[in-house]
């Protein structure tokens, strides 16, 4: 089955005046224009192609790679706007289209939206929305605590940021666990923290607890070598310089500079930490 909005690989059948025919397993036929056909080719040969509608809605293959796929997330560029709605830039020639009624918020020309892209049972077309929370689902989760997983950065809250989570759940990374900017669309691993009532997952960024000392660790060992060998912070430094110079809360920093001392990698004095 040749599979809309998805990659497929297929055979060559045929070469026509307009492109070479491509065949599937149960002897379903795409175009492949001639714009995409490859100088040298055999018949039966197998390429990897994109398959959607073109302009008269009729199945066509690309080998040209969209920016997203048929159930998928990401940032698009609105290109323009009808009477119908939104025409995002998705890498191919034809746009993808966001109806008004599948916009969070009005889109305008320029502007860039983190959308889903699924296919509309109703017109058999693909088609992008950026109410994206729809195509979340929390009620069965995949994942249990200290998992690591995929994130999306999804919007932001009073309380923190909004993440999808490997393109099923939405979590929820909270300020204080915030230490670098994040931007809506930004692809980053994370882990599992806790699952509160309702499923609600609480997501933190690198990884948790013990296991969190080594990466905090080494980003303090390559600040040092950054400032040679010297960090003026100690125990006693406030949370939010700690915070500024190493994108860690205070108690991971201290964490960190136990094992790194206890390693006898640096040593410890009134004005600060200092390379062994």
């Known amino acids: 089955m040749i599979h ?3 990659i497929n690989t297929l055979e060559i059948l045929r070469e026509t005046d307009h492109g070479v025919y491509l065949i599937d397993d149960d002897d379903n036929e795409v175009l492949l224009p001639n714009r995409y056909v490859p100088e040298a080719f ?16 009729r199945p066509v293959a690309t080998t040209d790679m969209p920016y997203i796929k048929r159930d998928d997330f990401a940032l698009l560029r609105c290109n323009q706007i009808t009477d119908y709605g939104a025409f995002l830039d998705w890498g191919l020639v034809k746009e993808l289209f966001c109806p008004f009624k599948e916009q969070a918020f009005k889109m305008k020309p320029g502007g860039w939206y983190l959308v889903h892209c699924y ?8 088609v992008a929305s950026s109410k994206t929370n729809r195509f979340l689902n929390n ?8 998992d690591e997983v995929d994130l999306i ?5 009073d309380i923190g940021m909004n993440v999808i989570v490997n393109k099923i759940h939405s979590g929820l990374i909270y300020k204080d666990a915030i230490f670098s900017d994040l931007s809506v669309g930004d692809k980053l691993k994370g882990i599992v923290k806790k699952i509160r009532p309702g499923n609600k997952l609480d997501i933190a960024l690198g990884q948790i607890g ?13 600040e040092l070598h950054d400032n040679s060998g010297y960090l003026k912070l100690t125990d006693k430094s406030s949370p939010e310089v ?7 809360s205070k108690k991971n920093f201290k964490k960190a500079v136990g094992t790194l001392y206890k390693q006898r990698q640096i040593e410890i004095k009134s004005d600060g930490i200092y390379l062994v």
């Open 139 to 146: 009620k069965e989760l995949t994942v249990k605590v200290f």
């Open 153 to 157: 950065v999804s919007h932001p809250s």
């Open 210 to 222: 013990y296991r969190n000392i080594e990466p905090n660790a080494e980003r303090i060992l390559n």
């Open 242 to 248: 700690i915070k500024e110079t190493l994108q860690m």
């Open 42 to 57: 055999k018949i039966w040969d197998k390429l990897e192609v994109f398959v959607y509608l073109d302009n008269e809605e």
């Open 4 to 6: 809309l909005g998805q």
């Open 119 to 126: 296919l509309d049972e109703k017109t058999d077309r693909l």
